[in-house]
Nanobody, 123 residues
Framework: QVQLVESGGGLVQAGGSLRLSCSAS????????MGWFRQAPGKEREFVAG????????RYADSVKGRFTISRDNAKSTVYLQMNSLKPEDTAVYYC????????????????WGQGTQVTVSS
C-alpha cells in the first residue's frame, strides 16, 4: 500500500505558474505508475498527465500539452506537475494517483489516491 499527499496548489493569475508535488510513503515508490488528474466543480474527474515507473515515458491530455510537465524523483518518492501558462479553465482540484505495474485505461482503476489540492486560476 502507498499513501499519497499532494501540495503546492493555490491561487494564481492567468499566465502564471504553479508546481504541484505528490509525496508517497509506504511500499517501494518505483513500482508505481503515477498520474495527475483533476476535477472541476460539476465535472467528472479527468486525466491530466502520467508517467511510467522510470519516468522515461510520459503522456498528457491535449488540453495541457506544451504547458504542463510531469516528472518524478524516485529517490525522494515524489512526483511533480509543473504547470505553466495557466488558464482559468485549469481551475480544479488536482489529485495524484498511483497504480502498481501498469497504467489503467480509466481513472477509476488507479489503486491509490491523494486527498487533492486546489488550484484556482483567476482571469
Amino acid at each position: 500500500q502507498v499513501q499519497l499527499v499532494e501540495s503546492g496548489g493555490g491561487l494564481v493569475q492567468a499566465g502564471g505558474s504553479l508546481r504541484l508535488s505528490c509525496s508517497a510513503s509506504g511500499r517501494t515508490f518505483s513500482i508505481y505508475v503515477m498520474g495527475w488528474f483533476r476535477q472541476a466543480p460539476g465535472k467528472e474527474r479527468e486525466f491530466v498527465a502520467g508517467l511510467t515507473q522510470s519516468g522515461g515515458s510520459t503522456r498528457y491530455a491535449d488540453s495541457v500539452k506544451g504547458r504542463f510537465t510531469i516528472s518524478r524523483d524516485n529517490a525522494k518518492s515524489t512526483v511533480y506537475l509543473q504547470m505553466n501558462s495557466l488558464k482559468p479553465e485549469d481551475t480544479a482540484v488536482y489529485y495524484c494517483a498511483a497504480n502498481p505495474g501498469y497504467a489503467p485505461s480509466t481513472w477509476r482503476s488507479y489503486a491509490y489516491w491523494g486527498q487533492g489540492t486546489q488550484v484556482t486560476v483567476s482571469s
